[in-house]
């Protein structure tokens, strides 16, 4: 078809034609519910005139196939309110459903750097009749026919009319008036740019906001509170809530009325969604999980947070009911985190009510009967220390950025009173703690009346306030020393030498410059008169020195240099003086002692080193007193018990070392210790030492059976190990049929024990590796491990592998059970050297796991081969080259795990040559094209497409015909995410800063209101 055969036969056809497109799509709307409505919708062909213009611009006035250069001839114009109305509309996907795209024709026009910022904005299709549609007499004249659909909003419609009637239309000719069109030119711009895009942004917030207004009204309406009271499960229950939450509170004028209304029903719906079974959520695609208390109980204490100001006593007490009940711990830390907020020192409320909040908070908690005091310690200890801080903060958020803030708060006569209320408060509850784990949560309260503020300069005033409230909390320390045990009053010797150092100096303050020196000096007295008192101890003294890393000795009052080394060496020195010092006079005193050390609870590690050097020093020097110790040591005392054998091995008393050992490994009640001492001395007893192995199989010892199992591992080869087989085997036989493979997070020395691995028979390899299968992670350790075995045994560990992933399919479901890393650091360069073999394994794990094969097999591969080494991806190159259809999808899955390496182009490349026909074989190509990784900043993945869209241009030179369409078809794909990208970070931008601009002030002084009532 040429110019004149439009003219005169088929523009009136395509007349026809759009007018058919439109008529469909408004049928479409007017069938399918809640669509946005359109402001109109035009219809028409390119006129003649206008479709000779076009053609001489381009060069093709003499086409004889114009039907083919333009997709224009026919075309509609939908054009909506807002954006939000046409990301509507889009997201209906009736375009699709009622046409056939041509999606090489598919247009996003935004400003991008790559249109040089045209301002002209639309979404266009091209589109023709479906195969069905086009069957029918009525539409079978428009068969193949295409029509451009270009969906606008009302703002960009009246723009690109006004402006293409202006610019395009009638255009001055060459020489005349350039200077002035381009001025034109530039105000349209500016129109666009100043006015008409922020005009378009703020209907769509305008439209935003009054939707989720008439979401409240509903809400308001329906009387959402009766709804929550009576909601039949906790999804229902939960829905309400967030909505509850986020579109009805924030509309109701009297936010005081609107809290006492939901004060109660918000408390009895916690109770009821206790009460109530979860139930599992309907959907097109099956159940899914549904809604639990705890996720009904998080928005709740959401809700109070956000009204938290409103009425403090209620808000607190709510808080308080909801923790009694509450068994979560999660949920439970998130009350606490609210019932911070409400107890700090912010700038927003202070600056409106001072600190009348922390007045009432400090007020309300002395009247709490002791009982509920008591249920309440953790939430209690955290308010009193939100009220013994010394400074004050806030946050200022803006589109771009969140600023804090934090000050001194100002002293007055109020703040004394809640700082005393406060002190006097947590001095009940500590005088009231059952245990020291109690007590030692109350410190870190204790300690905020002691600190002043790190990042804000503080007044003198406030100095002098803290150090009279740290020299009452020393008293009261002193006043209780003699009922606090060893533990704690090593704990408060360590902070008070803190305390000691930094203000010491504030007594030399000649000047007067702090104008504290006498709060200073009684302070000073105070933590000597508490230092000498808890001194004069001197089982104490001694405890100290021997358990714990808080010790404080007495050349840290006068050295502040006095460091680690330093007291390393005072406690060497005191080792060797106290182990003189047991003589038989003494003797039943020191084990009173050594059994209150051994007694001292501990998670760390760093907690008895220096009793163990101990106990050792005296089994080496005194056996014989050891001897009799350890006929009468109580369980605590024989924790230690390696020790005390690692010292008597050393004493030279062969009689009672080898008595000792023997009465042990007969009673088998310590013989977890026993197999240390045999790790940490090595004595030449393997008969013993089968023993011990023998007594823990039969007791069900594991950490014994581990222990013995390193020793065999260590000592492999020597004599003061049993052989393998009677040795090292039935321990990891035995540990393997209990699924327990803790003993490699304990084999630190493994690449220290080189004869193990070459000694490692076939079938020891097989059954170490076996028993690693249920082991949840694998860690460094592990790994290291794998990389040993893997130099012998390199197919025996890809096996492992495939066992790992069977066992994770065979516990779907169990998140904690991960049977690959994300990434090695070992194993795979002995893994990665037999490139063959990898691929067998993958192949074989792919034709037993086709469905999950990518996130199992393939990420194993693609970890063994990271960036895909060039050796790898020839290999998988060459396999889609010579083998068929299911290497190919195999291939495919693999490559999904990388994100567009360059090695991986050539597999890719060959794949898309082979299989240019197969649509779904090229879709995936795609997929492992495009894939990203992290991306970072607003435009992050507009930016990851435009660096996609330069690597897939070097394949438009391929020698491939199937590889340079593909390259041409997906750069087209690119270009509209691009711009879908860029169109889409463009509004999120927009929007942030006008939803910020509107809302902060308003939402800061709607939750700044306080009623004391």
Not at 4 to 25: H, N
Not at 123 to 132: D, F, G, Q, T
Request: charged share 30%; glycine share 4%.
């Amino acid at each position: 078809m040429n110019l004149l055969d439009y003219e005169k036969q088929y523009f009136s056809l395509y007349a026809e034609y759009a007018g058919t497109v439109r008529f469909i799509i408004e049928k479409a709307i007017a069938a399918t519910g809640g669509l946005p409505v359109l402001q109109s919708i035009q219809a028409r062909a390119k006129a003649p005139d206008r479709l000779k213009a076009r053609l001489e611009e381009v060069g093709l006035i003499e086409s004889q196939s114009i039907e083919e250069d333009r997709k224009d001839l026919a075309g509609i114009r939908l054009i909506f309110y807002t954006n939000t109305d046409v990301d509507r509309f889009l997201a209906s996907r009736l375009v699709f459903e009622n046409f056939e795209i041509d999606q090489q024709a598919t247009k996003i026009h935004h400003p991008t750097k790559e249109n040089e910022g045209t301002r002209y904005q639309a979404i266009h299709y091209v589109v023709s009749l479906k195969e069905e549609r086009a069957k029918l007499p009525e539409y079978a004249k428009f068969k193949n026919l295409r029509c451009e659909i270009q969906i606008h909003t009302i703002l960009n419609h009246a723009w690109s009319e006004t402006s293409h009637d202006i610019l395009y239309k009638d255009r001055p000719r060459d020489g005349f008036g350039s200077k002035a069109m381009e001025s034109i030119t530039k105000r349209f711009n500016n129109i666009m740019d100043t006015y008409l895009m922020p005009a378009g942004y703020e209907f769509q917030r305008v439209q935003h906001d009054y939707e989720r207004l008439q979401q409240g009204k509903e809400l308001f309406d329906r009387d959402a509170i009766a709804s929550l009271l009576s909601a039949k499960n906790n999804n229902e229950r939960y829905d309400l809530l967030v909505s509850l939450k986020e579109v009805a509170l924030p509309n109701y004028d009297d936010i005081a009325a609107i809290f006492r209304d939901l004060y109660e029903p918000l408390l009895e719906s916690a109770k009821l969604a206790r009460s109530t079974p979860d139930e599992q959520i309907d959907t097109p695609f099956g159940k899914l999980k549904g809604k639990t208390s705890t996720d009904v109980l998080r928005v709740i204490i959401q809700i109070f947070d956000y009204l938290r100001y409103v009425n403090i006593e209620k808000t607190f007490n709510a808080y308080c009911e909801l923790f009694e009940a509450e068994s979560d711990a999660d949920v439970r830390k998130q009350i606490l985190d609210s019932v911070k907020r409400l107890s700090e020192y912010e700038f927003k409320t202070w600056n409106q009510v001072g600190p009348q909040i922390q007045q009432s908070l400090a007020n309300m908690l002395p009247q709490m009967k002791p009982e509920r005091q008591a249920s309440l310690r953790t939430l209690i200890i955290t308010v009193w220390r939100e009220l013994l801080a010394g400074d004050i903060s806030g946050t200022t958020w803006s589109a771009d950025s969140v600023t804090w803030q934090t000050g001194a708060l100002p002293v007055s006569d109020t703040l004394k009173q809640i700082r005393g209320l406060a002190i006097a408060g947590l001095f009940d509850l500590f005088q009231g703690a059952q245990t020291d784990k109690e007590k030692m949560d109350i410190f870190p309260a204790l300690d905020a009346a002691a600190q002043l503020p790190h990042q804000a300069a503080y007044s003198n005033e406030l100095l002098a306030l803290t150090l009279v409230n740290s020299k009452q909390i020393v008293d009261f320390y002193l006043g209780v020393s003699d009922t606090l045990s060893y533990e704690l009053l090593e704990h408060i010797e360590h902070k008070l030498l803190w305390n000691y150092r930094h203000n010491r100096q504030l007594i030399d303050d000649e000047g007067g410059r702090f104008n504290c020196k006498t709060e200073a000096q009684a302070l000073i007295g105070a933590i000597e008169a508490f230092r000498d008192r808890i001194n004069t101890d001197e089982d104490f003294v001694r405890y100290k020195t021997l358990v714990g890393y808080q010790a404080v000795f007495p050349q840290h009052w006068i050295d502040n240099k006095f460091d680690y080394q330093g007291v390393k060496e005072y406690r060497k020195k005191q080792i060797d003086e106290f182990v003189d010092s047991i003589t038989a006079e003494n003797e039943a005193k020191w084990f009173v002692f050594m059994e209150r050390c051994a007694l001292t609870e501990s998670n760390d590690m760093a907690t008895f080193p220096t009793f163990v050097a101990f106990v050792e020093a005296l089994a080496k020097a005194k056996p014989v007193v050891v001897d009799r110790y350890l006929e009468a040591a109580t369980e605590n005392l024989l924790n230690f018990l390696p020790g005390f054998l690692d010292g008597l091995a050393q004493s030279g008393n062969e009689d009672i070392y080898l008595r000792v050992l023997t009465r042990f490994t007969e009673q088998g009640t310590q013989l977890t210790a026993l197999a240390r001492h045999w790790r940490n001395s090595k004595p030449t007893q393997p008969s013993l030492i089968s023993e011990v192995l023998r007594k823990a199989i039969a007791a069900k010892d594991n950490i014994a059976v581990i222990e013995c199992m390193l020793f065999s591992m260590e000592e492999s080869g020597s004599q003061r190990v049993p052989p393998s087989k009677d040795f090292f085997l039935p321990a990891l036989v035995y540990l393997t049929e209990n699924k327990d493979a803790r003993w490699v997070q304990r084999a630190w020395f493994l690449g220290e024990i080189p004869d193990f691995f070459e000694h490692l028979s076939d079938d020891d390899a097989t059954l170490l590796l076996q028993n690693l299968v249920p082991a949840p992670r694998i860690g460094y350790d592990y790994e290291r491990l794998l990389e040993l075995i893997a130099e012998h045994y390199l197919q025996a560990v890809w096996k492992h592998f495939g066992d790992r992933l069977t066992y994770e399919a065979d516990k779907e479901g169990d998140d904690k059970y991960e049977a690959i890393p994300y990434g090695f650091d070992g194993p795979e360069k002995q893994l990665s050297q037999d490139v063959a073999l990898a691929i067998s394994f993958g192949r074989t794990r792919f034709a037993q796991d086709k469905e999950l094969f990518q996130y199992r097999g393939g990420r194993l591969l693609s970890s063994i081969f990271p960036h895909c080494a060039e050796t790898f991806a020839q290999a998988l190159a060459n396999l889609v080259t010579n083998g068929n259809e299911t290497d190919a999808d195999f291939v495919l899955d693999v490559m999904q795990n990388y994100n567009e390496e360059p090695s991986t182009h050539e597999v890719l490349k060959r794949i898309v040559d082979r299989y240019s026909q197969d649509e779904s074989k090229l879709n995936r190509v795609e997929i492992c094209f495009d894939k990203t990784g992290v991306v970072m900043g607003e435009f992050g993945f507009a930016d990851a497409y435009r660096a996609k869209k330069q690597s897939i241009l070097a394949w438009v030179d391929d020698p491939r015909p199937a590889v340079r369409n593909f390259a041409k078809n997906h750069s087209a794909e690119l270009d509209i995410r691009i711009i879908s990208e860029q169109k889409r970070a463009d509004e999120r931008i927009a929007m942030r800063h006008r939803e910020f601009d509107a809302d902060i002030g308003s939402e800061g002084n709607k939750q700044s209101g306080t009623d004391h009532n």
